[in-house]
């Protein structure tokens, strides 16, 4: 249980690092895009083990990874437009 934790939330912070790498100007401050990648796969783990059991680690990881991909990609902000003139104006 311990082991299956601590993987998912390397994996999450290793998701976080590579999300930084390659969207560096739509994600907020870096401590809380790894805040998000940690934490989106410890309550990825608690749920995933609670909906599969015990029995399954390597399933109950890559499903952490997945929460914990969702959870980083609700940081991703929008690119920025310059603003023009809209057709009414």
Same mark, same amino acid.
């Given at each position: 249980?311990?082991?299956?934790?601590?993987?998912?939330?390397? %994996? /999450?912070?290793?998701?976080?690092?590579?999300?930084? =790498? @390659?969207?560096? $100007?739509?994600?907020?401050?870096?401590? &809380? #895009?790894?805040?998000?990648?940690? %934490? /989106?796969?410890?309550?990825?783990?608690?749920?995933? =083990? @609670?909906?599969? $059991?015990?029995?399954?680690?390597?399933? &109950? #990881?890559?499903?952490?990874?997945?929460?914990?991909?969702?959870?980083?990609?609700?940081?991703? =902000?929008?690119?920025?437009?310059?603003?023009?003139?809209?057709?009414?104006?």
């Amino acid at each position: 249980m311990i082991l299956e934790t601590l993987s998912a939330v390397v %994996l /999450g912070v290793a998701l976080s690092w590579a999300a930084l =790498r @390659s969207l560096p $100007g739509r994600l907020p401050a870096r401590r &809380t #895009v790894f805040a998000a990648g940690a %934490l /989106g796969a410890l309550f990825g783990t608690s749920l995933m =083990r @609670s909906v599969l $059991g015990s029995g399954h680690p390597a399933v &109950t #990881v890559v499903g952490a990874v997945l929460i914990a991909a969702v959870t980083v990609s609700l940081l991703i =902000r929008p690119r920025s437009r310059p603003l023009g003139r809209s057709a009414a104006a």
